[in-house]
């Protein structure tokens, strides 16, 4: 809910549900926990399963790199392969452009899928199975169909030339995307804290100011100073979560926050398989500086409000800071805002 009031003839625009501070209340069951969504949630193992990795990012199926078939290793000497008409290009674009379809917003990270299929005498592919499920039951049952109505291919023959079924195994891989990241020996949610009293009540220090940088631009930097082991989840986490760190501005006729922005120490991917993440996340848990650039699209005089949001951990609490935008006579100053 916004409210908008009306202050020496200036449009006043702020986030009516602002908080003061480092103030916050504990949502009932720790509804605040930086838990990722559940529209993108990572496939959950069972908790007695060994191996969590590695995780595939969905983008890798915009990569050719990503679609793999190989032939399963048979004895006999003198055996010439199957073949896929068209060859590996052809084999490639035609699982690509039927199985890619499939990758929507909010699929999730998944797994590694795989899928076995012998080619018989004719060249057509039976006995498919998937072996290596994705994680998504729409993406496994696709990649199944893609497989079994893959077009023909010229069939694999003996040393004596006759035809003969050979066995393959299709796999999606991470392929030229970056290399997975490491799995965390203890979860964030682990580790003891250095300063409990200091976690528990004063988490963080929040401070932000403007720095001109053009004619209409400014930097907001923003710093995070941590106590007592405190953490949260960088803006920078590939997945959506809820407590992830951001900065909202009530209204942009006067201002405009661009989308790019920095974070220093820039904060590195981990897998933590704590049962609030389960997955790739971006711990935040050193002092950390943000860098947002600020566009100013009027010479009149206003104010606009802001907040920055965020869930603090271990605390388990969803922070609003507010912050209000303020030209006077060509002047932009940054304050924090008391309700």
């Not at 006759?162 to 796999?171: C, E, K, L, V």
Request: with cysteine.
């Amino acid at each position: 809910m916004k409210a908008t009031t009306l202050v020496g003839g200036m449009s006043l625009v702020l986030v009516a549900t602002a908080i003061l501070g480092t103030s916050a209340t504990l949502p009932e069951g720790c509804g605040a926990r930086a838990a990722a969504v559940p529209f993108f949630d990572p496939l959950k193992n069972g908790r007695a399963a060994t191996v969590w990795e590695p995780w595939l990012d969905p983008f890798v199926f915009f990569s050719d790199k990503a679609y793999v078939v190989q032939a399963v290793p048979r004895n006999g000497a003198g055996i010439t392969e199957a073949a896929f008409v068209g060859g590996n290009e052809g084999l490639v674009g035609y699982l690509k452009g039927n199985i890619l379809p499939q990758i929507r917003p909010g699929i999730g990270w998944l797994k590694p899928p795989v899928v076995q299929f012998n080619l018989n005498e004719e060249g057509g592919a039976i006995d498919v199975v998937l072996t290596g499920t994705s994680g998504n039951v729409e993406l496994d049952a696709r990649l199944v169909q893609v497989v079994e109505q893959m077009p023909r291919w010229i069939p694999a023959r003996d040393a004596k030339g006759n035809a003969i079924q050979q066995a393959f195994a299709f796999n999606v891989v991470q392929a030229g995307c970056d290399q997975q990241p490491p799995t965390l020996e203890v979860s964030m949610y682990a580790v003891p804290l250095t300063d409990r009293k200091a976690a528990l009540e004063h988490p963080y220090d929040l401070d932000f100011r403007l720095e001109k940088t053009g004619a209409d631009t400014y930097a907001l930097i923003t710093t995070m100073e941590l106590h007592g082991g405190s953490f949260y989840v960088s803006p920078f986490a590939k997945r959506d979560f809820k407590g992830m760190f951001r900065v909202e501005v009530a209204n942009e006729d006067h201002v405009a926050l661009a989308a790019d922005f920095t974070e220093t120490p820039r904060s590195a991917e981990v897998i933590d398989l704590h049962p609030f993440v389960e997955g790739p996340v971006n711990w935040v848990n050193v002092n950390t500086t943000y860098e947002h650039r600020l566009t100013v699209s009027s010479k009149e005089d206003f104010d606009v409000g802001g907040k920055y949001v965020f869930t603090i951990e271990p605390k388990c609490t969803l922070e609003e800071v507010p912050f209000l935008i303020k030209q006077r006579s060509g002047v932009l100053t940054i304050e924090k805002w008391k309700c």
